[in-house]
Each structure stands twice: as C-alpha cells, then as structure tokens.
C-alpha cells in the first residue's frame, strides 16, 4: 500500500513528521554544517588573501556543498515517506550512492547562477535591449531549471533512474506537480522573507551573520529540504514509486503462479487434461484451457 493511501499529505501531516521527528532532523543538520562551516571557514581566508569578496568564489558554495545536500534530502525523503529514519547512516549513505549526479548537476546550477550574475551586472552598466533580452533568457531558464530541481534532487535518492531520466520526468513534473510545485515556491518565498525581515530588524551586520549562523546550526538548511521533499515526493509517489510498486507486484504474483504450476507432476496434470482440449478447467485458481495442459504434459515429458 503506497503512502498517500495510508495518509492525506497536509500542513498537519507536514508538521506532525516535523515536529516527532525533530532531533533526527537536527542530527542530520548538523553533519551538514560541519562541511559548511569549513568551506566558510576557507572562503573567509581566500578572501582576505584577495582583499575583497569574489562572487564567483563565493559560488562555489554550490558543487562543494552538493553531496552533503544529497544526504540531507534522503534523510527527509525516508521521512517523507514515512520509513525508519536513522539520520547519521541515511544521511551518509545518501552522499555515497548520489554524489556524482549531485555533483553533475551543481556545475550546472553553478554555471546558471554566475551566468545570471553575470547578465544583472552587465545590465546595471548598460541600457542595451540585447543585454535585457539576454537577461530574460537567463532568469527563464534559471526559473526552469529550478522547477525542474525541486523534483530531480528528490527523484534521485528515491528511484534509480539515469541522469537524463530523471531531468526528463523532472521536467514533466513541472505540469504534473505544478501545485506541489507552487507550495514549494510559497514555503520559500515565505521564509525568504521572514529571513529578510530579520536582517531589517537587526540591521548590523556581526550580530545578523551570528543569527544566521545560529539559524543554520539549528536546522534551518534541513528545513528548507523538508519543505522541497515534503511536496516534491507526493508527485514522484504517485507518477513513479506506485505504479512501479503495484507492477512489481503482479509481476511477482505470476512468477509465483508459474512456478506453482512448473512443480505440478505429469500424474497431477492428467486428470485434468481429460476431455474437450478447448474446455476451461481451473489451475491454481486460475482458468485456462486443457490445451494448455497437454502442452504442460508433453514439456515435462520431453525434459524427462
């Protein structure tokens, strides 16, 4: 029986994961700051070295910290799912099986990003249409290719599927899922906001970076995940891990059935063969032709 037949996806169910499942959560967040907290660590000194800030640099953020995201994302997919949860072996065990398209898929994020800092820095210095046209086309494909993220990163630790696969029904969930879609966009956009709103209410710099810091340690990169898994899972459950499910399953059923009916013996098989070969008779609860039967006798015969 699939997850969604078992419970009604909801703000409660939402909270409910959340909040029971809190300490796992907050395990495995931790485990993702320490690689974050390092790689800060380095870009304070590269930057120093420097004498300002490179955002290019910066950016690299992305390809270091994606396998540690694949960890966090499969610790809140077997949530998700409501699965045994053990965040310290979930969490590694999803950097060991989906690092490289982890890793794969953040240059691509990488390359759009500095492509759309590029486009705004260019646009800031000059008035041209070109340059705006250009700009347009970047946030576009950055819009889509963001839609299409929220269900490849989920889709990847859930289903062993090649890497254009998964971009492909990721791209179809983008009108299956739409919906689930939109409340990933709100959740975010809502806590983007709450972020901003923070920084306008501090309004220093050293005592807003401490904040996010604490905010970060606290949880605040798991809960984000969560929000994307939450949403992005109910589509992928129901277009992929069901159907895929219940086709296992019959296909399972009849290998049973033809076992069962490859241990019947050429003695237990005749009585049933006699009469019209055209005539249904049951076999392991199933109805097929005597014909069929004869075929059965003659096979085991031969192999004899």
Not at 262 to 276: R, W
């Amino acid at each position: 029986m699939s997850v969604s037949a078992q419970r009604k996806y909801g703000l409660s169910d939402f909270f409910s994961g959340l909040f029971s499942n809190l300490g796992k959560l907050l395990l495995a967040n931790l485990f993702f700051c320490i690689p974050l907290a390092v790689f800060i660590t380095i870009l304070v000194f590269v930057f120093q070295a420097l004498g300002a800030m490179n955002w290019f640099i910066l950016f690299l953020l992305i390809p270091f910290m994606s396998p540690f995201f694949a960890g966090i994302i499969n610790v809140c997919r077997k949530l998700t799912a409501d699965k045994k949860v053990m965040p310290v072996k979930d969490f590694f065990k999803g950097i060991k099986e989906n690092w490289l398209f982890f890793l794969i898929n953040s240059a691509l994020l990488y390359i759009l990003t500095a492509g759309m800092f590029v486009m705004l820095a260019l646009n800031k210095q000059s008035e041209s249409g070109a340059v705006t046209a250009y700009l347009i086309v970047v946030a576009i494909t950055s819009l889509v290719f963001i839609l299409i993220e929220f269900s490849a990163v989920v889709m990847t630790v859930s289903v062993e599927l090649h890497f254009v696969d998964v971009f492909k029904n990721s791209l179809l969930f983008i009108a299956k899922g739409f919906v689930n879609h939109l409340k990933i966009l709100f959740a975010l956009l809502f806590t983007a906001f709450l972020i901003y709103s923070l920084a306008a209410l501090i309004n220093s710099l050293t005592p807003l970076l401490i904040v996010l810091g604490v905010l970060t340690l606290l949880g605040l990169p798991t809960l984000i995940m969560y929000i994307v898994v939450y949403n992005s899972y109910q589509t992928i459950e129901k277009h992929i891990i069901t159907p895929f499910s219940e086709q296992s399953q019959h296909e399972q059923q009849l290998k049973l059935e033809k076992e069962k009916d490859e241990q019947l013996t050429v003695e237990e098989l005749e009585p049933l063969a006699k009469g019209d070969p055209e005539e249904y008779v049951f076999l392991n609860g199933k109805t097929v032709k005597r014909k069929t039967i004869l075929k059965m006798i003659d096979v085991r015969k031969n192999n004899q």
